[in-house]
């Protein structure tokens, strides 16, 4: 069996309100079937904008390099280096950078096309980070 593996130089930047990311494991990179595995990059005082939620599956973000502040839900909590965080299935949220380097962050989704279901929600404002 073919070893298959990519890195952000084998796939184009995605570059997406608040952030740039890099779909390394999904249906169309390395044929994934049942996962995919994403890199994001968030500068200084910027956010995942607008808000959205998953509607069929969970969301893991782990946090590679930075601190971050995640919304969800109208809640609020801070996530540093080597910490990952579940969002729950139809759960709004948002990631913003706190810190003063560039948030580096991996995300797992239990499908191979992470944008299935993405339902991003235009009207939801977060008035602390505005």
């Known amino acids: 069996m ?3 593996k990519a890195s952000r130089k084998d796939v184009k930047v995605l ?3 608040g952030r740039d990311a890099w779909i390394l494991v999904s249906k169309d990179s390395l044929d994934a079937r049942t996962i995919s ?3 994001v990059h968030i ?3 910027e956010y995942t904008n607008p808000p959205h939620l998953h509607t069929d599956f969970e969301e893991v973000i782990y946090i590679k390099e930075g601190i971050a502040e995640i919304w969800l839900e109208g809640d609020f909590a801070r996530a540093e280096k080597g910490e990952a ?6 759960a709004k949220h948002a990631v913003r950078n706190i810190g003063t380097s560039t948030l580096r ?6 499908y ?3 944008a ?7 009207d939801c404002r977060i008035p602390e980070w505005e």
Do not use: A, C, M, N
């Not at 965080?85 to 139809?90: A, E, H, N, W």
């Not at 299935?116 to 235009?122: C, I, L, P």
């Open 105 to 110: 962050l991996l995300t797992v989704f239990p």
């Open 85 to 90: 965080v579940l969002i729950p299935i139809k």
């Open 112 to 114: 191979p096309d992470r």
């Open 15 to 17: 570059s997406l309100p």
């Open 2 to 4: 073919k070893i298959k």
């Open 43 to 45: 500068k200084p005082g």
């Open 37 to 39: 595995f994403i890199e």
């Open 116 to 122: 299935k279901g993405h339902v991003d929600y235009e």
